[in-house]
């Protein structure tokens, strides 16, 4: 009996830079960022926790924005520069003050939320050098973690503000989205 073919899902082509690299891709229209990211890219330093937008381990910078990749689409990211915690240390492998102070303060354990901890620290510390212990549990609301108890990871943070502010070399956030986009959407608010 003839069976009736499956219809093709659509694709999408991508022009997104991840830690620094240029991709051009074709995608899924359905394909989640994060997906995108360690399915496709190999990145898996991000991991995938919850799925949901609940656990914020999925946390990576879009052009300046933390954002969680589990709740954006793949072709959101067209045209945008994404940061992950793979591209955070500096070009001579040196860990990133954010990564030295989780480990000087070990304020990890199993270590699956870090990633997401790591870069959410990252865009409070852009905005709010200096923060209060108050501020970085405030910053950290949308980041669980079910070992550490969160001491620890607030004296981390509070640490590299201190070794950002000592370095005097604050990160600027994102320049913005100036790589062209493959598909014509709008850019990603
Ligand atoms: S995996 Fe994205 S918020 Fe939990
Ligand atoms: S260190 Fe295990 S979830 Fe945070």
């Not at 898996?44 to 910078?61: E, F, K, L, S, W």
């Not at 915690?85 to 939320?113: N, R, S, T, V």
């Not at 923060?131 to 943070?157: F, K």
Request: charged share 20%; proline share 6%; net charge negative.
């Amino acid at each position: 009996m003839a069976t009736t073919p499956m219809p093709r899902a659509s694709s999408a082509r991508i022009h997104v830079n991840v830690d620094g690299v240029d991709h051009l891709d074709e995608v899924e229209p359905r394909l989640l960022l994060i997906h995108y990211l360690r399915d496709r890219l190999g990145r898996t330093g991000t991991p995938i926790g919850c799925d949901t937008g609940n656990c914020g381990a999925c946390t990576v910078d879009l052009d300046g924005v933390t954002v969680k990749s589990c709740q954006l689409l793949a072709v959101q990211a067209d045209g945008c520069r994404v940061t992950t915690i793979q591209g955070l240390a500096g070009q001579d492998g040196a860990w990133h003050p954010l990564q030295k102070a989780f480990h000087e303060q070990h304020a990890l354990q199993c270590g699956y939320c870090t990633p997401g901890m790591i870069m959410a620290a990252r865009d409070l510390l852009r905005e709010t050098p200096d923060p209060t212990p108050e501020q970085v549990r405030d910053a950290l609301e949308g980041n669980l973690c079910r070992c550490t108890g969160y001491q620890n990871i607030v004296r981390a943070v509070l640490a590299a503000a201190a070794e950002l502010r000592r370095q005097g070399a604050p990160e600027p956030r994102g320049a913005g989205a100036d790589l062209p986009r493959a598909s014509g959407q709008e850019a990603v608010t």
